[in-house]
């Protein structure tokens, strides 16, 4: 058990990402068991994004340990480390299956009708991660899970808005088609790097919409305690200010990949201690 707490801290801490599981804000008596579910999450997006092979035989055999992590004895070091985990916090299995479930998504579908198909991949690739930290901080109530919901999807969307050219490269479009239809905006103008007004509406009206998202989320924040708190807001704030970025670029996602300086992010530390104000304006 500890070589597998072990293995699942080098794999959190070693990895660079905007919205980390793993925070340097957590409790120690609490960081084995958030590594643990961190090396969870991280293991199933690397076999749905990277692997190489047949990635929904990997994934069946990634939930097959995960069931050995409830009903037997599992092989892998991170597994046996999220066993103990899951026994002391009594976490359920659905988180964990439905992440599993995103990234065999992932593998079938490639594009996304709606807005409510997209939330619909969001239920099972986002807020899942959510849910398994509200159950390591001992919340396990519906409410608080629905405003996790609002934020993790919020997380989710910026990511897809941040990423829309590498996603392309990977042959997949998180943006709803029939929101590209409303801006009379088609997929061979994505597939040709079409940066014109038409595609800057577009994108200015997710990153409004993603807002919202995160504005809703915010509720939370008075309904949890201690670090988590702060955690939470550091969260909103990287992702608001990934939105910001976005806007400030003019909307461009496909030229340039937006990101934060290291003295934006050290601000963003800064300014966690401070109320946030969302800006949600109407959408074109």
Known sequence: MAEGYAYCQRLATSHYENFSVASWLLPRPLRPHMYAVYAYCRGVDDLGDEAEGDRLALLDGWEAELRRCYEGSPQQPAFVALQETIRRFDI???????LIEANRADQRVSRYRSYNDLLGYCENSANPVGRLVLYIYGYRDEERQRLSDATCTALQLTNFWQDVRRDLDKGRIYIPLEDMERFDYGEADLLAGRSDGRFRDLMAFQVQRTRELFRDGLALMPKVSGRLTL??????LGGLAVLDAI????????????TLSRARKAWLVVRGLLPIRVRVEKAP
Not at 247 to 258: I, K
């Open 92 to 98: 359920p299995t659905e988180p964990f299956r439905r």
């Open 231 to 236: 955690d939470l807001r550091l969260f909103s």
């Open 247 to 258: 806007e400030g670029m003019g909307y461009d996602v496909l030229q340039r990949r937006p």
